[in-house]
């Protein structure tokens, strides 16, 4: 999954390779706790994240990643950047920001998220559509 992305930006946008820089980043919280992220392309210039989506929807998901490299970067010390997602099938783009309310949901997320990762037991399963194109399918529902 993560190759068919390169190539997707590879493809659908071979200019910006000279333009913008790809970069991974990494914070650590106040409580210790350890986050990391990759943008596809940030244009420093501008402080604008641009993210690429091979779908044929616009979801929910996409923009809660880019606010998290939003939060990822103004816990960098860089502050007021922004975000578009892009979607080449559909020739759309949406722009994004981060508002106070969205980062106190991910400093709560982040830490529901490091409760579970401590936790000796697993939570149980649970049946969600979305489960079967998950890239992460195996890790839930391979039996022991």
Known sequence: M??????????????????YTEISLSATMFE???????????????KVIHETKRGNTV????????KFYIWLLDLNGIAGA???LEYPKLRQTTHVS???KD??????TIHKIADLIEDETCPPKAKIKFCKSCSYHDFCWIEE
């Not at 190539?7 to 946008?13: D, G, K, Q």
């Not at 980062?103 to 709560?108: F, N």
Request: hydrophobic share 30%.
């Open 82 to 84: 922004s975000a578009i």
């Open 32 to 46: 210790g706790i350890s986050l990391s992220g990759k943008m596809d392309f940030y244009d420093s210039k501008e």
């Open 103 to 108: 980062r106190e949901y991910l400093q709560t």
């Open 2 to 19: 993560v190759y068919d992305g390169k190539l997707l930006h590879e493809t659908s946008y071979p200019q910006r390779a000279e333009k």
């Open 98 to 100: 981060l508002t106070e």
């Open 59 to 66: 979801e929910e998901a996409h923009e809660w990643q880019v």
